[in-house]
């Protein structure tokens, strides 16, 4: 399974950007899908995660409510729509997909995306 994640740029605090992570075969349907990121300097954290189904979703606490993760298994993309973006939330963003259930630890997926920047100014 290929991911390609697109959608990061340049945003001001405030504002909104989607981003999308789209999969090279319809098997990557049968995988949660998460979303990490990476600011420099920094680890990898885990942003949010959505089951194979769609019907779960498990977001990090630091978010408060401003990000929503979503997928169309149809068009094998799923989605992280950001709000209220801050310049903390600057840093490389990866799609990944391969547990059996959605995890936190960046070491339980299988498979990556190339990342795509996602820069808040102030």
């Known amino acids: 399974v290929q991911l390609q994640a697109s959608g990061g740029g340049l945003v001001q605090t405030g504002g909104s950007l989607r981003l999308s992570c789209a999969a090279s075969?319809?098997?990557?349907?049968?995988?949660?899908v998460a979303w990490f990121r990476q600011a420099p300097g920094k680890e990898r954290d885990f942003v949010a995660g959505i089951s194979a189904s769609g019907g779960t979703a498990q977001y990090a606490g630091f978010l408060e409510g401003r990000f929503a993760i979503s997928r169309n298994n149809a068009k094998n993309t799923v989605y992280l729509q950001m709000n209220s973006l801050k310049p903390e939330d600057t840093a490389v963003y990866y799609c990944a997909a391969g547990p059996r259930s959605i995890a936190t630890i960046a070491g339980e997926y299988r498979y990556w995306g190339q990342g795509t920047l996602v820069t808040v100014s102030s």
């Open positions: 075969e319809r098997a990557s349907s049968s995988y949660p």
